[in-house]
Nanobody
Framework: QVQLIESGGGLVQAGGSLRLSCVGS????????MGWFRQSPGKEREFVAA????????DYADSVKGRCTISRDNAKNTVSLQMNSLKPEDTAVYFCAAGLSRTEAGDIRLVADYWGQGIQVTVSS
């Protein structure tokens, strides 16, 4: 059974930092792209960050660019998201995902082969 388990969420004040981690099990993830998405109440799920299987390419949503860094450790089947300078609008459930793909224009699709259950991140003002 393939699983993605997120950790590291919680409550933080605006301007603070959090590090989300995701560990995969049930298969090798080192050959597929992984990433993070988020969903706020009443809003659709949105892309946050992605990293290629080798780690050589990273992509970020404009809303988090410069504040977030995605990384992976293929030996440990993990992907992490370091989030700094957090804002109240970053409040959402964050989902780890694996097996990402791109549109012809190069954008990350809002679909994945595998999803985590999600973890809450709340940023207070």
């Amino acid at each position: 059974q393939v699983q993605l388990i997120e950790s590291g969420g919680g409550l933080v004040q605006a301007g603070g930092s959090l590090r989300l981690s995701c560990v995969g099990s049930g298969r090798t993830f080192s050959t597929i792209a992984m990433g993070w998405f988020r969903q706020s109440p009443g809003k659709e799920r949105e892309f946050v960050a992605a990293i290629s299987w080798s780690g050589s390419r990273t992509d970020y949503a404009d809303s988090v660019k410069g504040r977030c860094t995605i990384s992976r450790d293929n030996a440990k089947n993990t992907v992490s998201l370091q989030m700094n300078s957090l804002k109240p609008e970053d409040t959402a459930v964050y989902f780890c995902a694996a097996g990402l793909s791109r549109t012809e224009a190069g954008d990350i699709r809002l679909v994945a082969d595998y999803w985590g259950q999600g973890i809450q991140v709340t940023v207070s003002s």
